[in-house]
C-alpha cells in the first residue's frame, strides 16, 4: 500500500491500525484525485493516474520527512501539508508537465490539508477490534 501513499501515509502505516491506515490512505488518494480532476478538468483515469504519480513521488520522499511531519498539532498538520503540496505540485509541473499558478498550488495545498488531517485524525479516533 506503499505506493498509494503521501508524505503522511507512511507513518500512518507504521504507527495506526492497518485498518484505519488502509482506509485514510484510500480516502486522502480520492480526495487528491478529485481536485486534479476538478482543477485541469481530466478524466477520473487521467486524474487518478495523476495522482497515484503524485503520491508515489511524495511518499518515497516522505519516509525521510516522517519524524518532522507527524507532530499531532497545528503546526504538524500544516507542514506536512506544506511539504506534501511542495513535492506535488513539482510533480505535477515537471512530471506531468502541466501548468502551476499560486491558485492551483493553494488548491492541492487544500486538497493535501484536507487528506493529511483526516490521516492525523484517526489516530484519535481508530477503528474498534472486530473480534
Same mark, same amino acid.
Given at each position: 500500500?506503499?505506493?498509494l501513499?503521501?508524505?503522511c501515509?507512511?507513518?500512518?502505516?507504521?504507527?495506526?491500525?492497518r485498518?484505519?491506515?488502509?482506509l485514510t490512505?484510500?480516502?486522502?488518494f480520492?480526495?487528491?484525485?478529485?481536485?486534479?480532476?476538478r482543477?485541469?478538468?481530466k478524466?477520473?483515469?487521467?486524474?487518478? =493516474?495523476i495522482?497515484?504519480?503524485?503520491? %508515489?513521488c511524495?511518499a518515497? &520522499?516522505?519516509?525521510? +520527512?516522517?519524524?518532522?511531519?507527524? $507532530?499531532?498539532?497545528?503546526?504538524?498538520?500544516?507542514?506536512?501539508?506544506?511539504i506534501?503540496?511542495?513535492?506535488e505540485?513539482?510533480?505535477?509541473?515537471?512530471?506531468?508537465? =502541466?501548468p502551476?499558478s499560486?491558485?492551483? %498550488?493553494?488548491?492541492?495545498? &487544500?486538497a493535501n490539508? +484536507?487528506?493529511?488531517?483526516?490521516s $492525523?485524525?484517526?489516530?484519535?479516533f481508530?477503528?474498534?477490534d472486530a473480534?
Amino acid at each position: 500500500m506503499f505506493l498509494l501513499c503521501d508524505v503522511c501515509w507512511p507513518a500512518s502505516l507504521m504507527y495506526f491500525d492497518r485498518s484505519v491506515a488502509i482506509l485514510t490512505i484510500v480516502i486522502g488518494f480520492v480526495i487528491e484525485a478529485y481536485f486534479v480532476r476538478r482543477i485541469y478538468t481530466k478524466n477520473w483515469r487521467e486524474s487518478l =493516474l495523476i495522482a497515484f504519480y503524485m503520491n %508515489f513521488c511524495s511518499a518515497g &520522499l516522505g519516509l525521510g +520527512i516522517i519524524p518532522f511531519t507527524m $507532530m499531532f498539532d497545528p503546526i504538524g498538520l500544516l507542514s506536512a501539508s506544506f511539504i506534501n503540496t511542495c513535492i506535488e505540485t513539482l510533480v505535477l509541473q515537471y512530471g506531468c508537465s =502541466l501548468p502551476m499558478s499560486k491558485k492551483i %498550488f493553494g488548491w492541492i495545498f &487544500l486538497a493535501n490539508f +484536507i487528506s493529511v488531517g483526516i490521516s $492525523m485524525l484517526s489516530y484519535f479516533f481508530p477503528l474498534k477490534d472486530a473480534r
